[in-house]
């Protein structure tokens, strides 16, 4: 059917309802994963970042490995940072974390 003013063709309409677009969620990351940049023989700290990077795996099931009676366990923690508040950061020795990735071949 159309419509006509004054002999004037006028197309119909068709509204189309407005849908607001859906925000886009931000990835949540409690860490995000680096390369440990210094040497594995030299002294420094390997972080749960750094086994994130290494094991590719998210910061939760970092800490689900650290739990004990886990399949392929990481080692234990090597010290603690008290600096963040009441939030302890775990670190490693390097050359700890170095014979964990090479019993697993993963370097």
């Excluded at 189309?16 to 859906?22: L, N, Q, S």
């Excluded at 099931?61 to 009441?86: C, H, L, Q, T």
Aim: hydrophobic share 35%; net charge positive; glycine share 4%.
């Amino acid at each position: 059917m159309s419509v006509t003013i004054k002999g004037k063709f006028i197309p119909k309409m068709i509204a189309t309802p407005f849908v607001p677009a859906k925000p886009i969620k931000k990835k949540s990351t409690h860490v995000i994963e680096q390369c440990y940049l210094g040497s594995f023989t030299e002294p420094g700290k390997f972080r749960v970042a750094n086994w994130m990077y290494y094991l590719d795996l998210s910061h939760s099931a970092v800490r689900e490995r650290m739990r004990p009676y886990s399949r392929r366990r990481i080692p234990p923690p090597d010290g603690k940072d008290w600096s963040v508040g009441k939030k302890t950061k775990e670190w490693w020795h390097p050359a700890t974390a170095f014979e964990y990735l090479k019993k697993y071949n993963l370097i």
